[in-house]
């Protein structure tokens, strides 16, 4: 039988019935005409076509700071790429074009319309001749801009105060070119296979600093005013990577193996720079050394910019962070930037240095980026972060997986560019190579990595490389497994059945997964430890291929006591078992990596387990995530005291000390005031300072007072939240100020419940003390057009469900003085 399968079929198969027909001596079989129903195929997203080769820029641009123009002069020497053309094709959006000639002199004629520029040149030139081409042009990147919900991802390159007209925010310009957005600012083949040096002139005010690609080859001032930076890229990169920045920002400098580091921060947070962007240096060291190529290009450059549209961009040598990244030493302490200062740093080997040749292909990109927090996190704070670390992201793939669907890692039918980046192409990406590191061992993973990165080093890929490389390194046809996991949709589902015997087990794995989100089986590697009832174990690997297999394994000769599965943590699979709550408690106790541990604590949630056992947990030496779980579990009374005193003194994560802090909420007179006070005072990370404040606010108002004083000028989210609770609830209208001057330093979501409180309090006022507060929040509000439209809609939302809770009296107050606004 011949069984034809496919993932899309254009004609549906039709059976037909054969006829005979008898005309004199001919013998005639014939058939009716099938009816053929077409099938709506998806669009293929093939790599742009290489039309011409753009080879280098060099550009000259200025500022209209209050129209948001820029004034370009570019020169691009291109040539055609293969066949010989009379006729130009640039991406150049919102852009009014004043001049445009070839090799400064002969005006050549040209058509500006739907984002390309169609340039009619003077003959049909080879692929052996360049072409210089001129253009004078005015950009406006900024048209059509949509201010009301935040501001658009697609203007390549974004004025921000460009008015002065919040003194709280600096004025800054900076760009972000991906995916395709480098052409509202500047002329270019803006597609991610095509590369191309430059030169970059940029003419601002004196006052501020400049950044871009490469190295800084003069500043030369023109006048008392005005300054022009040179900067140059000597090494071909992709358009999209191209970048520029102006503000007036601290420039904080170091160096690696005699390269330039720059860190860009605002002039407040100079003095934390080198610790916003910590470790750098050791992880340039760290990922050249693993990669077998040296940091690739001649500085790597880290800035912080305002409302920056994503969380941060790998411009290749200078790199874009948006603001969260900015914290003081104090705040590092509860959350650094190793992931994304890691991230952004591998994008130069990974996406700069080799470029995916297609958005299809985006996962070539992000998945080596995603997989370098976990191979850092592992190399820097051990295998227990890491295992935390690839829980986290399996998490993140598994529930875009199951609430918007699964779609192939190398996926050529997206419907939109921009929907390429997520939770396949970064999560997913990078669980799909820790199997691959897996499967091929360590040595041949790292091996093939420098082979792809040597072999392909300057150029566009696509997956095909990538698997070509490993083949060659490990001498194995890898297509089954690029095949499975890069070409299509979806991932293992597993029922595990295991049946013991004494010293043998059976183990029945079904693939369950839904062939409308994956396809059917997976040729996929399986392990178990098999624990014996003395504690020993061994490990036993088998290979599934088939929907549904049966094994029969051995613990060499004692009886087995308990099995784990996937005992690595390489498998990207969901798996139920047949395992008893004593199972769950064995692997509790006894597995080695805190990952079993986490998952025999979900198994347990709703099992009735013996209170001690999560006691024990909460001062073990393991990770403190584990014990963070099981103090969940222990309801605090006066008997256990030393019990949490001790895990408190020894919790050294800052989250899990806050949280157990938390937990005595209740019980804080069994403690005294100098306990929390003694807290505050040894300890700097405010996620121990705020629930230690909390806990102080109910036993000495006045020390707490202080310490409020102390710290009202502090922006941060926890502090701010645990200050606002206590003046909220001792009722201290006198300080309703505060609540209302932090109002502008929290984020959209942390706003929603921070204007609770604020209602909460006015709910509890007087009538006259009433009037007085809402005529505080009115005062914030209209003072500060700075603020978004989604804060305003936030606090005006609340502020509509607050009128609905009201007395008449409250009611008439309320209205009289919004309609006075």
Known sequence: M???????SSKKVMEMDLTEETLLDTLVVSAPKPVIEEVPQPIYQASAERLI??????????????????????ILRLSPYFYPTNEIVLDAYNMDVKDLSLNGALPLNYTNQYGQLIIKLDRTYSRD??????????????LGQVVEAGRQSDLGLYFINSDQSNPEKPMQIWSQG???YNSRWFPTVDQPNERYTHDIKITVADRFATLSNGYLVSSNKYDKLTRTDHWRMDDEHAPYLTMIAVGEFAVVNDQWNGKPLMYFVEKDYEAYAQKIFNHTPEMLTYFSDLTGVAYPWDKYAQMVVRDFVAGAMENTTAVTFGEFVQKTDVE????????????????HWFGDYVTCESWANLTLNEAFANYSEYLWTDFKYGQEEADYKRRQELYGYLYQAKNQGTHPLIDYHYSDKENMFDAHSYNKGGLVLHMLRAEIGDDAFFAGMQKYLKDNAGSAVEVDELRMAYEEVTGRDLQVFFNQWFLSSGHPELNIQYTIEADKVIIDVE?????????????????????DINGKVVRQAVRMTK???????????????????????????????NKTKEDYIKELNHAKRQYDQNEALEKLAEEEVDIQLYKDLMISDKHYWIKWQASRKVPYSSKDKDLFEKAIAQAKNSYYKGRLISKLKQHTADFGADYFSDIIESNKSWNIIAPSLINLSMLDMDRTMGYIDQWKAVDNTRLIFAIASIIS?????????????????????????YTKIMNDMLMASSSVRFESMLQQIQSIIMENDQWSTTKKAIVANKLIELERRLDEEKKSIFRKIMQEE
């Open 511 to 531: 693939q369950v997964q839904s062939l409308e989100s994956s396809i059917a089986v997976f040729d996929i590697p399986l392990e178990f430890d098999i624990y």
């Open 53 to 74: 080769d753009l080879k280098h820029m060099d550009l000259e641009i200025s500022f209209n700071w209050e129209k948001e123009q820029v004034f370009g002069n570019a």
């Open 2 to 8: 011949l069984m034809m399968t496919a993932c899309h």
């Open 178 to 180: 991906e995916t395709q």
């Open 547 to 577: 929907r549904k297999q049966s094994y029969e394994l051995s613990s060499m000769g004692r009886d087995i006591d308990w099995i784990n599965f996937d005992p690595a943590h390489t498998l990207l699979a969901e798996f139920q078992e």
């Open 129 to 142: 001749e360049d072409i210089l081409l001129h253009i004078q042009y005015v950009a406006n990147p900024s």
């Open 332 to 347: 590092l302490i509860d959350n650094h930037n190793d992931d994304i200062v890691a991230h952004e740093l591998f994008h």
């Open 729 to 753: 609830k001792n009722n201290a209208f006198d300080r309703f100020d505060y609540i209302c001057s932090k109002i502008g330093s929290l984020s959209p979501r942390a706003l929603g419940n």
